[in-house]
């Protein structure tokens, strides 16, 4: 073990107790500026497994840091030594027990029955004489809404996701009744590559004339485990 790999891991012990006891007389809010109960925060923290994996991350940070800027971290002879400066590793924990809550916490959408996009319009009763003010939605039966990825009328359902949940990007598979039927797009590198709305569509328009049959797929950020994305900025955009 060199001397950054020492220090690192020396640091993530130091660190994460540290911040524990920082968390002690401080506070820790959700998406929504609520405060996390204290319970909670001390249920994750109090677990070996999440207590193992916040350590590793703040292990990671502080070594790639270490390596990148050697200069700027204090020394006692030939080894590396904790200084203030390096505090801002621990916020880790912070970052962590909040991820960790955030799963727990979710919201309703509405959703596209076609390719699960959330980008939709419902019908809805207005009052027009009162600045067009919403009263409720039209829901007489499979009564179809507008996807505005998709370009198709479908029924739009409601769905319960994560609260930090939302659409990364997109991919084109068959349809279910077609000979494309659990396939990709050959266009596609993988399953795991996701592309922006306007690649996607590129690929619905490439299907050898109509005889082949392509789907839109919106992909939520958990659809995929490390996906790789072949677009920069805003999928949509």
């Not at 207590?51 to 990671?60: G, N, P, S």
């Not at 200084?83 to 960790?100: K, T, W």
Request: aromatic share 8%; hydrophobic share 35%; with cysteine.
């Amino acid at each position: 073990m060199n001397k950054f790999e020492k220090f690192a891991l020396a640091m993530s012990v130091l660190l994460f107790e540290i911040r524990i006891e920082d968390l002690n007389n401080s506070m820790l809010f959700d998406d929504d500026q609520k405060q996390i109960p204290v319970d909670i925060i001390d249920g994750i923290l109090d677990d070996p497994e999440h207590a193992k994996a916040i350590k590793e991350k703040i292990r990671l940070s502080v070594l790639q840091d270490v390596i990148a800027r050697p200069n700027e971290y204090d020394m006692n002879g030939d080894e590396y030594v904790y200084s203030g400066d390096i505090y801002d590793h621990a916020y880790l924990v912070d970052r962590y027990v909040e991820a960790r809550f955030a799963d727990t916490q979710t919201k309703t959408v509405y959703m596209c029955s076609h390719c699960n996009s959330d980008s939709v319009q419902v019908k809805a009763w207005v009052r027009p004489n009162e600045g067009m003010k919403y009263v409720d939605e039209v829901s007489e039966g499979d009564e179809p809404g507008w996807c505005d990825d998709c370009g198709l009328h479908a029924v739009i359902d409601t769905a319960e996701v994560k609260r930090r949940d939302v659409v990364i990007g997109f991919q084109v598979c068959g349809d279910d009744c077609s000979n494309e039927a659990g396939k990709f797009h050959p266009l596609m590198k993988s399953e795991k590559h996701v592309y922006s709305l306007n690649q996607a569509r590129v690929m619905l328009d490439n299907n050898h004339g109509g005889q082949e049959q392509w789907n839109l797929l919106a992909i939520w950020i958990a659809d995929v485990e490390e996906p790789t994305l072949m677009f920069e900025g805003d999928p949509r955009a």
